[in-house]
């Protein structure tokens, strides 16, 4: 059996993904700079792609036309080869509750660090990075092949604040937040509250009420803050000077910069 049909016979039992590693073992009388030399042939003839470095992706015949394979096809596997905790976050979470007027160009991924090591870097990725994966406030769901994890919608809500700057800002945030809204359960967001920072809950809270003017999902957001025993005032965008005539707010959040939601 050479390379291509060990491929060939991997694709037809249903494992549609390998390791450089993987095909060292099966075929250890071969060097490695052979077996370079075939994946290479196989990936210039669209068989195979290569979606991180020294892992690959066998092309499914629904794809092969299109040349390009979404990660969620293989998200799962990947990040199960780099054994490290994962979730689609973000925009690309957003996006699988009907939040898609601001979708992104490419799928966002949230993991720990430290970070990984992107040389030949897949364009389709966005990495981004938590020092801790709330594994309770996942969503699994069944992808083309095996699953995929996304975060919760409360999770989903706190991280577009938080991670604002992974998203284009806080306009574009707020945005996302006013077609994710009616998905949020604010009885679970207590359970987010430790994953979060107390400025990321007033900054939340106050898109709520005064952006969004979602005055019950903010009073419930409120509860959670008042129970923390340190919180000060803060600035919407921390990267802008303090407004000096921005109207006070229960928050305490200065709202330092314009948020104008764009039209859905």
């Not at 990660?71 to 509750?97: F, H, R, T, V």
């Amino acid at each position: 059996m050479n390379i291509n049909e060990w491929v060939n016979s991997r694709e037809l039992h249903g494992q549609m993904t390998f390791s450089v590693e993987k095909i060292g073992r099966a075929f250890s009388d071969k060097s490695s700079k052979s077996i370079k030399t075939e994946l290479s042939r196989m990936v210039a003839r669209g068989r195979v792609q290569s979606v991180y470095r020294g892992f690959y992706v066998i092309v499914p015949v629904q794809y092969r036309l299109k040349g390009i394979i979404s990660p969620n096809y293989y998200i799962d596997e990947l990040m199960q080869y780099l054994k490290k905790p994962y979730y689609i976050g973000l925009l690309s979470a957003a996006a699988m509750y009907g939040a898609g007027h601001q979708r992104a160009m490419q799928t966002q991924v949230v993991t720990t660090p430290p970070r990984l090591n992107v040389s030949g870097r897949n364009a389709l990725l966005d990495w981004n990075y938590r020092q801790q994966i709330p594994q309770e406030l996942l969503v699994t769901k069944n992808a083309e092949m095996g699953v995929i994890r996304y975060s919760s919608p409360e999770l989903t809500a706190v991280d577009l604040v938080q991670y604002s700057e992974h998203v284009g800002g806080y306009q574009r945030a707020a945005t996302v937040l006013e077609e994710l809204v009616d998905e949020v359960d604010m009885s679970k967001m207590e359970a987010v509250a430790p994953y979060t920072t107390i400025a990321t809950i007033q900054r939340l809270g106050y898109l709520l009420e005064i952006v969004l003017e979602e005055r019950e999902k903010a009073d419930a957001l409120f509860g959670i803050l008042k129970a923390q025993k340190h919180w000060k005032s803060i600035l919407l965008n921390p990267l802008l000077s303090k407004r000096e005539e921005a109207v006070s707010n229960r928050w305490h959040v200065n709202a330092n910069t314009d948020i104008e939601l764009d039209e859905l």
